[in-house]
């Protein structure tokens, strides 16, 4: 097997962008030619019983998933299985096709462990991706998908553009996410008022007996994130994802003064709007704790928190593929060491 580390300077001459699509380069190749593949999947697929959990109607053989933005357009599902994760979230797909953001879009801060893209919700569009989605699912791990809106499309009517994917993509995954916390796209977080998410999840419910997810922001004030989300889960979101990225520049040294930063510079903030979130929601709604998460600790403290499910990004850039396997292996000695028989027993522990 190749170390991730010692390739590792190579790919960081490269564009960020361009290593982002040599990668994908090679998470594709399963999808085409499975067989070589199986030996590295079995050796990194942690399906330990003790990390097993039932949600969505779906097993999730264990909680490490990669968060959207990585496969935008479907095309690496079983690449990133052979990666170990438990389940992946495609997207954010928008209705119509679109290139994103002028480029340079992705940038690295090395020494924070952190990346920052403003790549603008680039995609294949709506229907080239359902076209893929049919060929793979249902998939032996789950799959979410992360919807947003066209940059073109006015506010007024963005809730058209969610509920049309909603239409389109319904019965094509196993959970949906509504994406109106990317920093990229003009007005966005704009959305994120009661509203707006009162009016999507009365439409989006009639729509799609699929579980629907509301993704937020971590630079929203405490309370503003708490309200918002109480609501949501009100008006019949299924869960909680928090968070995407931030917009707060000062966490490094040399920020470009577009797009979100992610990574290790993103834990802190991520997990205090997430504790805040599952004091009000645990036991109420699925949670998915998503920001700066790189170690089998990190993971653990989230699980303990409330989370039902983490999401990785960033950290596999700065640690590597072997980071999920090592995450889930930690994860099920913590579990052990401290008397566990399932992760379900550990979840929300601090909130009990």
């Known amino acids: 097997m190749i170390n991730y580390q010692s390739i590792k300077p190579l790919l960081f001459k490269l564009e960020p962008e361009n290593a982002h699509h040599l990668a994908a380069s090679v998470l594709r190749l399963p999808n085409i030619c499975q067989i070589p593949f199986n030996s590295f999947l079995e050796s990194h697929f942690i399906n330990d019983e003790i990390l097993n959990q039932e949600l969505f109607g779906r097993t999730f053989l264990n909680p490490v998933g990669l968060g959207a933005g990585f496969d935008k357009n479907a095309t690496m599902i079983r690449g990133i299985q052979t990666l170990g994760f438990g389940f992946t979230e495609i997207g954010t797909v928008t209705p119509k096709p679109q290139d994103g953001n002028p480029k340079p879009r992705m940038f690295r ?113 405490i309370e503003d994130a708490v309200t918002l989300t109480k609501m949501a889960v009100e008006k019949g979101a299924d869960g909680i994802i928090a968070t995407n990225t ?90 052990k060491a401290d008397g566990y028989t399932n992760i379900t027993e550990a979840i929300g522990i601090d909130r009990k």
């Open 109 to 221: 801060h090395i020494e924070e462990e952190t990346l920052q893209n403003a790549m603008g919700f680039n995609n294949e569009g709506a229907l080239k991706v359902i076209k893929r989605l049919k060929k793979r699912f249902p998939f032996s791990t789950p799959i979410g998908v992360n919807i947003g809106k066209n940059k073109v499309t006015a506010e007024k009517d963005a809730i058209n553009d969610y509920t049309h994917l909603i239409k389109a993509f319904d019965g094509l995954g196993d959970y949906f996410v509504i994406n109106i916390s990317s920093p990229n796209t003009p007005g966005l977080r704009d959305l994120q008022n009661e509203e707006f998410i009162g009016e999507l999840f009365k439409q989006a419910k009639v729509l799609t007996k699929m579980p629907i997810l509301l993704k937020i922001a971590p630079d929203m004030e």
């Open 246 to 335: 931030t917009i707060d520049y000062s966490l490094v040294k040399e920020p470009k003064e577009i797009g979100g930063l992610s990574g290790a510079v993103l834990k802190k903030q991520s997990f205090k709007i997430f504790e805040a979130i599952a004091k009000e929601l645990y036991g109420k709604t699925t949670l998915i704790s998503v920001g700066g998460i790189d170690s089998a600790e990190e993971a653990y403290k989230r699980i303990k928190a409330g989370a039902s499910l983490v999401q990785i990004y960033s950290g596999l850039v700065f640690h590597g593929p072997d980071m999920i396997m090592n995450i889930n292996k930690g994860l099920v000695e913590l579990l």
